[in-house]
């Protein structure tokens, strides 16, 4: 046998620490190969004054172990301090978010007792760039940025997972009708990496249907994909349909290093009373053990803890009349020890190839298009003459360069100026379009400064640009509703 795997783990908050203890127990009691390397993180952190909530140290084990069993922990409200989340997510290039969500019928209630879905988010971009401006009085601003390498991998790290462990379907949703740049990329990206694994079905869905049907017919769905916000709002859907959110384990892996956790938090409302259901931070071990090539102890546990609650062993968050025995959370640890080697009767017993573990993700090599500067967007806060389009319309268009004319102005995206609708109601917020009177033709910076400047000199409050480019000759850019 190779030599013992070290990982990293940390004890967390509230009942943190009880489902940590009775989880170890258990990998123990089934094999598992590993050592453990304990880290503090969290509450005490937080109170040392390290607003990352992970010491210096913390960090080193991290990257030295590449694995990493987290129990939750209890982030302190107000004061500065980060999410340790969002903060190992980022510093350690977590860009996958993996959570399955299996209903556990008759045993834990659900309406939807064929469910077996994974939810795979994409963790590091989107709207959660968190790159927020207020610009007037009446608009803020966030900015949601979506990248051809971070959609890429994501989608690829779909498919490998899907044919790592023997899925039959990937479903791509976004929102590409309305956002047709960035989330129209995402798209486009599914439907090329799609057409390298001809044997895994693949479709896309608009992520509103997508959600509707997650929360009618999950059982219709396999391995599905999607951008981080979405992913975030639909994992918790996917988890609440199948009953499973007290149940459920969910891992972020990156190319080196990967985190397994519970989805549920460190409930220090119960914190200490021996009762907190540890199946969270238990499945979400199992998945580390496939991921690490422990594949046959993970299938050992898991099949144990499937028969314990088809036994009816239950603690009381799941405790209901046709369960045969409430126990403490130390009791259910014991109860799944007790039924190592076991597989459950009236559940799907799970397994797990050994090597099923992921191939590293490979992107493909990008031909760098020809980008062409085609004209730019001036934002304005503007709050005069009763906010008529016309008014400023007709004063920026004596302001045109050479280079670059007013083409239209969108309030609010849509296009008031020229020929706006009388009714669209305005704020404070004006993108106003200037491109070359041959639209299309390549403009400068150097115009874009003479422009500015001429705004300026008028006295307008500009917010801010955004240049027009194209690919290729491809419009990089969307154009106004009723453009
Ligand atoms: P929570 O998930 O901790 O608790 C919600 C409810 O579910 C509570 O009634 C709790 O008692 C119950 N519950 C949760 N886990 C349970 C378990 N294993 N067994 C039995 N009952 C369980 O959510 P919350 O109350 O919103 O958050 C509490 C703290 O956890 C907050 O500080 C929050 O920031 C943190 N949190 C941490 C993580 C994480 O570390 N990954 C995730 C979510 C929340």
Redesign the pocket.
């Known amino acids: 046998m190779p030599g013992k795997q070290k990982i990293t783990v940390a004890y967390g908050d509230?009942?943190g620490p009880e489902?940590m203890q009775v989880t170890l127990d258990v990998l123990i009691a089934a094999g598992a190969n590993l050592e453990f390397d304990v880290i503090e993180i969290g509450e005490k952190v937080y109170r040392k004054g390290i607003p990352t909530g992970i010491s210096d140290d913390a960090w080193e084990s991290l990257r030295n172990n590449k694995v990493f069993l987290k129990a939750?922990?209890?982030?302190p409200q107000g004061g500065g301090f980060k999410s340790l989340?969002v903060s190992t997510r980022v510093a350690l290039g977590l860009f996958s978010n993996v959570r399955p969500c299996r209903s556990f019928f008759p045993y834990v209630p659900t309406n939807h007792p064929l469910t077996d879905l994974v939810v795979i988010r994409e963790n590091e971009e989107d709207i959660y760039s968190g790159i927020e401006h207020q610009q007037t009085n009446e608009v803020v601003q966030a900015l949601k940025l979506i990248s051809k390498p971070g959609s890429e991998r994501i989608i690829r790290f779909a498919f490998e997972y899907a044919k790592a462990y023997g899925r039959k379907k990937v479903t791509c949703m976004t929102k590409d009708n309305i956002m047709k740049q960035a989330d129209g990329l995402f798209h486009k990206i599914f439907d090329k990496v799609a057409r390298e694994y001809p044997e895994i079905e693949n479709n896309h869905m608009i992520i509103d249907i997508g959600s509707a049907i997650i929360a009618d017919r999950p059982h219709s769905l396999d391995v599905v994909v999607t951008q981080n916000l979405y992913g975030d709002i639909i994992s918790d859907i996917a988890a609440q349909v199948t009953g499973s959110v007290?149940l459920g384990g969910s891992a972020n892996i990156g190319d080196e290093v990967a985190m397994f956790?519970a989805i549920?938090?460190?409930?220090?409302?119960?914190a200490g009373l021996d009762i907190?259901?540890p199946s969270?931070i238990l499945n979400a071990a199992v998945m580390m053990l496939v991921h690490i090539d422990q594949a046959e102890v993970a299938e050992k546990i898991e099949n144990a803890w499937l028969k314990t609650i088809e036994d009816g062993i239950h603690?009381s968050?799941i405790y209901n009349k046709d369960s045969v025995r409430k126990v403490w959370t130390s009791e259910f640890a014991k109860e799944v020890i007790l039924r190592l080697g076991q597989t459950p009767n009236r559940l799907r017993p799970v397994s797990y190839k050994s090597g099923a573990s992921m191939k590293k993700i490979e992107l493909d090599k990008y031909v760098v298009a020809k980008k062409e500067l085609v004209g730019v967007d001036v934002f304005f806060d503007w709050n005069e003459k009763g906010r008529d389009p016309k008014i400023l319309g007709d004063s920026l268009k004596k302001i045109n360069t050479d280079a670059l004319n007013l083409k239209m102005i969108t309030n609010r995206g849509v296009k008031v100026y020229p020929d706006g609708y009388p009714g669209t109601f305005c704020t404070d917020h004006w993108r106003c379009r200037f491109v070359s009177p041959d639209e299309g033709n390549e403009v400068s910076h150097t115009h874009i400064l003479e422009l500015l400047s001429q705004i300026n000199s008028k006295g307008f409050d500009f917010i801010k640009t955004e240049n027009l480019y194209s690919f290729d000759g491809e419009r990089g850019y969307s154009l106004g509703q009723g453009e």
């Open positions: 509230g009942i489902i939750p922990i209890t982030t989340n007290g956790e549920h938090g460190s409930a220090p409302d119960i907190a259901n969270g603690t968050d």
